[in-house]
């Protein structure tokens, strides 16, 4: 089983190295050993110096279990299963839990390439369910209703949205798991940005505290600004589907790495310190990014979010979105993503709001519209 390439992967390992900014980062500027290591504990201070690095617990340390489960209102250790390779692991392990040939999934659109390259190279088929651009990246319940089928069996969503920033309401998200449930499909519901609401009053509740056969999946790269320990995990109260992805994992990582482990548990008992960390650049590069695209409202169409640290205003010059990201990165070292990567025409690009260099990058962007004769809007 071998799916479609991954073209992000492709595209920022082509532009990583050849740019200054990378403005269109979808995490926050990362925390530094030294930094971390400062809001440790006794206790998790000891486990680090004392670390030995063998193998680790195969559903992951008890310890960092039993913080993830902070997060949930309903989940024991025993419902959470760590995975060493990230949330990309997690919805991988899923897929193929849930999904055979023959099998149809529906999934939340436009979508990071794991939630819907995985399921053909399966044997089964994926729906798109387009976000409603026009009205704020609306989600439209009717056509989840419609797209049903007999042999629907997964509901992929991810809210916060990348790249979009949507945020559906608590109503609107309640009632897309009663529809599923009803359906008796499962929602494997990526909630990786959760925590990174603009409004923290509007923040969904888990999935998997919801609805007993959802799947809530979680990571450390995102609201915490620690994508290098790769560590996320699977949060369920389905015992068949905790148990399967368990067995297909012993085949995969097998289990996270020891440092890595007692690092993420650092990090989640500090959490809300470092997840207001994370709101704070974003919500400080929100109303630059505003500004910005405003300003140049001719060359482009604005998008506000509402969660997440990314937006996804169009392009509204007469070039493909490709070929003015490309000349974007080589004339000024500005990097964004073009929507092209989510297979998309809309010539979009994604904006990331989590990096402190953006208010550089956005002036480096007004230098080369200058130097193109693109008028500023009125």
Not at 76 to 93: H, K
Not at 156 to 183: S, Y
Not at 279 to 302: K, M, V
Request: contains cysteine.
């Amino acid at each position: 089983m071998i799916p479609e390439r991954c073209k992000v992967e492709q595209f920022f390992g082509e532009w990583d190295a050849r740019v200054e900014h990378v403005a269109c980062a979808s995490d926050v500027d990362g925390l530094s050993m030294r930094e971390l290591l400062q809001l440790a504990d006794p206790e998790t201070m000891a486990l680090w110096e004392g670390l030995d690095l063998g193998y680790t617990d195969t559903l992951g340390h008890p310890l960092l279990r039993e913080a993830i489960t902070e997060q949930y209102a309903r989940m024991t250790a025993a419902e959470i299963t760590v995975c060493g390779g990230g949330a990309a692991e997690a919805i991988f392990l899923l897929a193929n839990v849930l999904l055979e040939p023959g099998d149809h999934a529906l999934v939340v659109w436009p979508a990071f390439e794991s939630l819907f390259r995985i399921a053909p190279a399966l044997g089964a088929t994926a729906t798109p369910i387009e976000l409603d651009a026009e009205n704020g990246w609306r989600l439209d319940l009717d056509a989840v209703r419609q797209a049903l089928r007999p042999n629907t069996r997964a509901l992929f969503v991810n809210f916060p949205h990348n790249p979009t920033g949507a945020l559906p309401t608590r109503h609107e998200f309640e009632q897309l798991l009663e529809l599923a449930r009803e359906a008796g499909i499962t929602v494997v519901s990526d909630e990786v940005y959760r925590g990174l609401e603009h409004d923290p009053d509007a923040m969904l509740p888990a999935a998997c505290d919801v609805d007993e056969q959802a799947v809530s999946i979680g990571v450390m790269s995102k609201a915490y600004g620690l994508a290098g320990l790769r560590v996320g995990w699977l949060a369920t109260r389905n015992k068949r589907i905790t148990d399967a992805a368990r067995v297909l994992k012993d085949y995969t990582t097998v289990c996270a790495a020891a440092p890595a482990e007692i690092l993420a548990l650092i990090a989640l008992r500090a959490g809300p310190r470092l997840i207001e960390r994370s709101r704070r650049i974003i919500l400080s590069n929100l109303p630059i990014g505003e500004s910005f695209f405003t300003e140049h409202s001719d060359a482009f169409e604005w998008a506000a979010p509402k969660a997440g640290p990314m937006a996804f205003p169009r392009l509204r010059l007469p070039v493909p979105v490709d070929e003015f990201v490309a000349d974007l990165a080589r004339e000024k070292g500005v990097l964004f993503l073009p929507d092209t990567i989510f297979d998309m025409t809309d010539n979009r690009l994604r904006l990331g709001l989590g990096r402190s260099s953006l208010p550089t990058a956005l002036e480096r962007v007004d230098d080369y519209l200058a130097s193109r004769a693109v008028p500023t809007g009125s």
